[in-house]
């Protein structure tokens, strides 16, 4: 049975850093890409970052470009995120998801996700 289990969410000030992790068990995620979703109350769930088995990365709004970085390490079946000047605005519960059958940028197209981790900035 596939599972995704994220961690490192939490309470944080604005300007603050996190760093989210995914461990993947159950299947062979080596050859597939994973993503970050993210969903504020009274919002839809709405895509953050993403990338392919090989490394190459793709991220979501303006607003988290330069701030956040996906990463993965595939001998460990794990991602990441790296969350740096974080905002009130950024704060969500982070799902990681993984094998998308299209798409990338589409949470539909996601085979498998994780409970999700809450990430709260306070101002």
């Known amino acids: 049975q596939v599972q995704l289990v994220e961690s490192g969410g939490g309470l944080v000030q604005a300007g603050d850093s996190l760093r989210l992790s995914c461990v993947a068990s159950?299947?062979?995620?080596?050859?597939?890409?994973m993503g970050w979703f993210r969903q504020a109350p009274g919002k839809e769930r709405e895509f953050v970052a993403a990338?392919?088995?090989?490394?190459?990365?793709?991220y979501g709004e303006d607003s988290v470009k330069g701030r956040f970085t996906i990463a993965r390490d595939n001998a460990k079946n794990t991602v990441s995120l790296q969350m740096k000047s974080l905002k009130p605005e950024d704060t969500a519960v982070y799902y990681c998801a993984a094998n998308p059958r299209g798409s990338i940028l589409s949470a539909s197209n996601y085979d498998y996700w994780g409970q999700g981790t809450q990430v709260i900035v306070s101002s």
């Open positions: 159950g299947g062979t995620f080596s050859r597939s890409a």
């Open positions: 990338i392919s088995w090989s490394g190459l990365t793709e």
